[in-house]
């Protein structure tokens, strides 16, 4: 008759496994009711220490503390610790047994032990925060229950939406409702660019894409809308143009957050700086398109870059690898060269001036008359000199800044002199090349041997020197409205003297 | 009846009994009747024959047990609705009391039987105590069970009514339930009520069964105790000068001030305090702020107690962060719900045995079962996060900044020392000190500006379940398995007081708002409140069905809230030692209770998941008025409940903006 739990056989078999075999069986009656005592103590005693761990699953751990809390050696290598499975005990049931139970011990090939992979480290603890509610009311965000399944299910049943945990997301399909009135806006702007890019009306929607607060919504749309033209027209000049106006646009306007953007964004404008061809003709003012182009790429970095801090590394690297490619059209150089000038002179002077030598050498050859038969290659070799001459310009200019006392009276002198040279350009060439010597010689230049070189070339090769003088000016003119622009000085003060 | 019969049982009767002697002379006597044959005529004595009948009985077999329980519980369950709920409390007892008779006897299988078919009646409401008592197999087994030994000892109280009692007196004599009646006689001590019987709403203590005596409880209950806060504290002086503002004039204000400076001995800081004043007034103007403390105002403000503890002094620039604080606090009610923000710990692998919020939100510690504590800076974490989004985006840029002061790949400062699982951390009010306390019996003292261990106090010889610094810092208090809880001060490696006198582990430990007194909740279903000055039990709170896990003191000092092991959360009213409502909603083990900083909400975490806020001031104000009523219905409202990601809430804070900050390690198993 078995009045515990725990029958007087359980006893016998353990006294058996432990030497004991002469047991009495008056013995193991009186024990079976105590060993019940005991285990019902145990496993109290385990249920508070699984309580003091804020947990509501006994563990074979908590076990073993509530053993060590009673002077009793804890039983060793039953640990359920971490995720591992927990040991689970198995049902002899194919034995004919039925009460049976025993741990399902595998057999392991110590071979497999050694040859196997380490597990991973498992992941460290770590702490996320975020809103379970603002003033009461549950925020849907991911970190929440969803509230539909708060909903359906009542208190009882919450198990449903546990057992996914965070593995599953939940994000409602994003329905995104474009006003009329913003799909009519978009509509008329993407008219005018391929219409009447020239009148007055789409510097009326410029001025607006610059100015409007509401645009947000619109802003994937013109991305993909910019993307789109650029890609689809590069032979179509005006329109291309049209279309990187409307990128300036969107870049000055305060109220869009076009970063969000900037990544579609970016090859489009690149690709209007430095792509083989803009437009089909020739009469197509492609290096304004350029020009305007870099000015664009510079204030995108200026913009951005402070919060983007790859933005400006990957703009330069690209064009450096343009510019310095022989293969490359010079069209695509020039692009290349006043993207980099626009970015700064800092810029001009770590990555154009080194390889300014080894590229003029490339360069005369084009420029050349004897050298080069073709009448637009050659002027396209030149204009990509003007470039570089405006480049090392601003180089030295900002050099000169950085010497006290250089740009304030004595540099009125030198405006006069070139105000002279203005007056007599044909004439005065001589005297405009050695005030250029001089000026250079003056400014203690690290470069100057470079760019002393660049202007040396053609002196030396005496070869159109007309054109050399003009481009002389052009870009010493280019120099000087720049300081003008900079000092902030009235252009005419300056002609006048 | 023939004489034989007689004869045999006067026989066992007398072994029965053990009169050795007596059977020894009455064996020779009835030789000597035998002999001389002169029979004694017992048929003419019929009640004579039934009484010896009834005694000779072997008296106390189980089988009577069964028998008299079962007829009266169907007695009970069979009388009259009005006085049957009276009736089937006395049945509780009754049980508890005939099967450790029967167990003390050594019948294990019939008690075993008895238990079996009667513990049904009684699970709903007793089911721990019966779990307990299902064990108890053995005589040895009453004796060594604190549990059974105490119920055995002591009596229990049932308030009845008079007609209850004599209908049930009655019942038993006539039944001639000889064996109950004695169980009643020994164990039950009836408070006999005249005049209708009392209503069905229970009341919770005229079932429980406890350790100590419902007297000595009463008793102790009896005591006076000074729920007030603390005189001349910052909540005061801010309080004040507020509503200085919105009454008078503010030059008035200023000289009403000056006097009340003067009252104030604390002349050290005196001038300080002006200076802080002025500042606080030029920026506690905005009408907002007036209109909401006037309705503030309209409770009766709590009585000034002055401390028995000498408290730390504040430096000046804290007390300037917590005015800072008061200044923005947000006013909660049940018509504006707080903010919650929750903190997860993801992969804890079960292994997070406790955690603990800072007062102003930013430190965020966790106690593990691997014996570390793990404190997160949340104001750093953020700045991490913002730094590896940056890296994720710029792949191909080094990264130079990662690293934090301690660490390059921790997130967080890891506090090792402990030699066995952290079961509570606690963080000083300033946020600069952390306490822990483990299983391996010590507390320790943590710097969270040094990141090192500062103190180790030894003093408990079982696992440190609970430590809790005081509100004013400088003093904590801790509980224990072994039964008692201490209260120390940090620059002291010995125990300032030790108190003794719970039945089982101390589970949880609270301060009151003005530090003179520390509220303990034990595995005893008992949470008691004691006296800090004198070491005194000052109240015991008896209602609790289960070990209880929380406790919450209201920054008011009015009420205390208890949170239990099945969910039920019990809100007491200090002063009284009686319970005001219990309030069920949660179905696991309440592990969190917070007040908000105006008691008038109260916020509870539980093992389901869940955040549940519930509104104070519906629950309170009316049973105050209906104080003398025995049974108050009032049940608080539950305002709100906010389900978390299967995240059991382990722990709650309203910082002093009233903001509410919540922790729970995200757990997928359950």
Known sequence: MNSSIVAKEAIEVIAQSIGITNLSPDVSLTLAPDVEYRLREIIQEAIKCMRHSRRTALTAHDVDTALILRNVEPIYGFGSGGDKAPLRFKRAAAAGHKDLYYIDDKDVNFKHVIEAPLPKPPLDTSLTSHWLAIEGVQPAIPENVPIEALGVTSDGKKSDYKDDGLSVDVKPPVKDILSRELQLYFEKVTKLIARRSESAIFKQALLSLATDSGLHPLVPYFTHFIADEVSRNLNNFSLLFAVMRIARSLLQNPYIHIELYLHQLMPSIITCLVAKRLGNRFSDNHWELRNFTANLVALICKRFGHAYHNLQPRIMRTLVHAFLDPTKSLPQHYGSIQGLAALGPSVVRLLILPNLEPYLLLLEQEMLLEKQKNEIKRHEAWRVYGALTRAAGLCMYDRLKMLPGLLTPPSRAIWKSNGRVMTAVSSMTCFNFSFWDTFIHACIYPATGCVNNCLKIPVNACVEMGFLCGYLFFSSMCVFTFIMQVLDLPKNKCLKT | ?670
């Open chain 2, 1 to 670: 009846m023939d004489e034989e019969a007689v004869v045999k049982f006067v026989e066992t009767y007398l072994k029965k009994k053990g009169f050795k002697q007596a059977e020894l002379a009455f064996h020779e006597e009835i030789q000597q009747q035998n002999n001389s044959n002169n029979a004694v005529n017992i048929h003419s004595d019929p009640d004579l024959s039934t009484l010896l009948h009834s005694l000779s009985q072997p008296e106390d077999s189980p089988a009577r047990y069964q028998d008299e329980y079962s007829k009266l519980r169907t007695w009970a369950d069979s009388s009259l609705d009005l006085y049957k709920h009276e009736l089937l409390r006395v049945l509780y007892p009754v049980f508890v009391h005939c099967y450790m008779d029967i167990v003390a006897q050594g019948h294990i299988q019939d008690a075993r039987n008895f238990f079996n078919s009667f513990h049904e009646d009684h699970e709903t409401m007793h089911l721990r105590d019966l779990q307990k008592l299902e064990g108890v197999l053995s005589p040895s087994h009453l004796e060594e069970m604190e549990f059974a030994h105490t119920l055995r000892q002591s009596k229990v109280n049932i308030k009845i009514c008079q007609y209850s009692e004599e209908l049930m007196m009655q019942y038993l004599r006539k039944s001639k339930s000889t064996i109950i009646l004695g169980i009643v006689n020994e164990h039950i001590n009836f408070q006999v009520s005249p005049g209708q019987p009392i209503s069905i709403s229970d009341d919770p203590d005229a079932v429980t069964l406890i350790g100590s005596s419902q007297d000595a409880a009463n008793q102790i209950n009896k005591k006076e105790i000074h729920w007030g806060l603390l005189e001349d504290s910052l909540e005061e002086r801010f309080e004040k000068t507020g509503g200085f503002l919105s009454d008078s004039e503010k030059t008035e204000g200023e000289t009403k001030e000056g006097d009340m400076d003067e009252n104030k001995k604390r002349s050290m800081d005196g001038g300080k305090q002006a200076s802080i004043k002025k500042s606080k007034k030029d920026k506690a103007a905005s009408a907002t702020a007036k209109a909401v403390r006037l309705e503030a105002h309209t409770v009766p403000a709590a009585p000034r107690v002055k401390p028995e503890l000498p408290l730390p002094v504040m430096q000046a620039e804290v007390e300037q962060s917590i005015l800072e604080d008061l200044r923005n606090r947000v006013q909660l009610s049940s018509a504006t719900l707080p903010s919650v923000s929750f903190y997860t710990f993801i992969n804890t692998h079960n292994s997070l045995n406790c955690s603990s919020i800072s007062h102003d939100g930013s430190l965020v510690a966790g106690g593990f079962s691997d014996s570390s504590l793990k404190v997160w800076d949340m104001a750093k974490l953020g700045q991490q996060a913002g730094n590896s989004i940056l890296q994720d985006e710029n792949d191909a840029a080094p990264s130079e900044h990662v690293s934090g002061p301690n660490s390059g790949k921790r997130s967080y400062t890891l506090f090792q020392g402990h030699s066995g699982p952290v079961h509570s951390a606690s963080f000083s009010p300033l946020g600069d000190f952390v306490l822990s306390s483990s299983a391996d019996t010590t507390v320790r003292l943590w710097s969270t500006e040094l990141n090192a261990n500062l103190v180790c106090y030894k003093g408990h010889n079982y696992p440190v379940w609970d430590v809790q610094f005081s509100p004013m810092g400088h003093y904590f208090a801790s509980a224990s398995h072994d039964r008692t809880a201490r209260i120390w001060s940090v620059d002291r490696i010995q125990p300032l007081r030790i108190m003794a006198g719970h039945l089982s582990d101390v589970d949880c430990v609270q301060w009151h708002a003005n530090c003179n007194y520390i509220a303990t909740g034990s595995s005893d279903k008992t949470v008691r409140l004691w006296d800090v000055q004198s070491g005194e039990c000052v109240r015991i709170f008896i209602g609790h069905r289960s070990m209880i896990l929380s406790l919450a003191m209201s920054p008011d000092g009015r009420y205390m809230a208890s949170g239990d092991e099945d969910g039920t959360i019990m809100m007491w009213d200090l002063s009284s030692g009686r319970c005001i409502s219990p309030l069920m909603g949660h179905h696991s083990c309440v592990w969190s209770l917070a007040f908000s900083c105006e008691s008038s909400l109260l916020a509870s975490g539980s093992a389901d998941c869940t955040v549940k806020l519930w509104d104070v001031t519906t629950s309170t104000k009316p049973a105050k008025k209906e104080e003398n009523k025995s049974g108050n219905t009032h049940r608080m409202r539950l305002l709100k409940t906010l389900p978390t990601k299967s995240t059991p809430v382990s722990t709650l804070r309203f910082s002093r903006r009233n903001l509410l900050f919540a922790a729970g390690a995200l757990s997928k198993s359950q």
